[in-house]
């Protein structure tokens, strides 16, 4: 392979990636989506997504995009095509069913024209994986999907309204979408179990981590921490991020009544942002913030003294949060009130970089958070940790390299299949006349 073929080594191929959430959302699984469209496109690849409205966090449409019904976009060489839905100001099974349901049909009504060498798909959503398999099995190539989330497990999980039977279905879209993959990205161990009992042959599933998707922190920390307001005698616990019914935020309402010395923050959106803000009323050390743009982000972190990953107590193997990486970053000490035998709770531990405490327990959470405010060296060693890991194992050129490789193997096995298939077809044609037509499925 030549120079220009290696770092080009996805020319003439067109791809496309199916996923709800795009730039321009900052949070959540849009960066990873979207990173990983713009270096496909930059790899050689002519490189198409299919995407929602933005919308997240904040469960409200970009004023940007209101009104809109189809958007066409060129983004740093990537073509998206967006769809309307319909956007659940509030989370119950009943509207998350009627969302997915939205993007589901107008995706089918109006997908994306002409033909791909591959269809990859970030789940959540389901809609996005059912319309990604529909994509691939009627053109005949690669479906390959990436669970960020398992949404039947998180529907029992989170405690959603309506979430039993919510996750009979969510669990049957998803077996749809993942049992005739080529291959499945999972994006952490613990997703191995869940995947493979949705009918998936543990021999097709690959770990795809998600990478660290900002930069490290820059600014003055002291500055920062004066700019916010927050004084330098009074320790800053940071929550940040999605604030969702799993997040389980109702315990950093409870360890603010618990200590009126530390100053407890929650930064970004979310469907349970206004619920929080009744339950914290009268709280005077409990703040919240929108969230930070790009390039402030990771100072903001870096300047608290503490952060917070919660979860409610029931979320075990369906979530592993992608907050976790921009944390590590920082180089702050994290404080997990988390199920133990979970997803998020082994990250924490691989990383070095935290402590665990039990979840829905302010007490519990309070207590290691004093510790850490106590002994500062010690909670700056701990932090340290962070920014190592995520070095050694979270960097985007891992990250997408891990990707590549997946694309790779799908798409070379797909072409040793056609292969195989068109040989087969030429022996018993007596001819190698057909053999074309076999492989044009995964190339054209």
Do not use: C
Request: proline share 7%.
């Amino acid at each position: 392979m030549s120079a220009a073929e290696h770092l080009r080594p996805f020319k003439n191929r067109r791809l496309l990636v199916v996923s709800t959430n795009y730039a321009p959302e900052l949070t959540g699984i849009g960066p990873y989506a979207t990173q990983l469209a713009e270096h496909w496109a930059a790899s050689g690849a002519t490189t198409e997504v299919l995407a929602g409205m933005p919308h997240y966090p904040a469960w409200r449409v970009d004023e940007r995009y209101r009104g809109a019904w189809r958007r066409e976009e060129n983004r740093e060489g990537v073509r998206v095509h967006r769809r309307r839905h319909y956007v659940p100001p509030r989370q119950t099974a009943l509207r998350r069913g009627a969302f997915e349901a939205s993007v589901l049909l107008h995706g089918v009504l109006a997908p994306p024209p002409g033909r791909f060498d591959a269809v990859v798909s970030q789940m959540p959503s389901l809609a996005g994986g059912v319309l990604a398999a529909r994509l691939a099995r009627r053109l005949r190539v690669p479906h390959i999907p990436v669970v960020q989330d398992l949404m039947g497990a998180a529907a029992a999980q989170s405690g959603i309204r309506g979430g039993g039977r919510a996750a009979e279905v969510a669990a049957k879209a998803e077996r749809y979408a993942l049992r005739g993959a080529a291959l499945v990205g999972v994006i952490h161990e613990s997703f191995r179990e869940g995947v493979t009992a949705l009918g998936v042959d543990p021999g097709r599933i690959r770990v795809v981590p998600n990478w660290t998707h900002v930069q490290a922190p820059s600014a003055d920390r002291a500055a920062t921490r004066a700019r916010l307001g927050w004084t330098g005698d009074t320790p800053v616990l940071l929550h940040s991020g999605n604030m969702g019914l799993k997040q389980g935020l109702d315990v950093l309402v409870g360890l603010a009544r618990l200590a009126p010395d530390i100053r407890v923050v929650l930064m970004g959106d979310g469907n349970q942002r206004d619920g929080l803000r009744e339950r914290a009323a009268g709280l005077p050390n409990l703040d919240f913030l929108p969230p930070a743009g790009a390039d402030d982000f990771t100072d903001v972190l870096a300047a608290a003294d503490v952060l917070a990953v919660t979860q409610r107590a029931s979320v075990l193997d369906m979530s592993v949060p992608s907050k976790l990486t921009s944390y590590f970053v920082s180089g702050r000490p994290v404080v997990a009130s988390v199920a133990d035998e979970g997803g998020t709770a082994d990250e924490v531990r691989r990383s070095g970089a935290g402590v665990l405490v039990a979840p829905e327990d302010p007490a519990a959470l309070l207590a290691a958070v004093r510790r850490l405010a106590a002994d500062p060296p010690a909670a700056d060693a701990l932090g340290a940790h962070g920014p190592r890991y995520v070095a050694q194992h979270l960097s985007r050129e891992a990250g997408l390299a891990r990707f590549d490789a997946l694309l790779t193997e799908a798409l070379g096995d797909a072409e040793a299949l056609g292969d195989a298939g068109a040989g087969q077809a030429a022996t018993e044609r007596g001819g190698p006349g057909q053999a074309g037509d076999a492989r044009g499925g995964a190339r054209r």
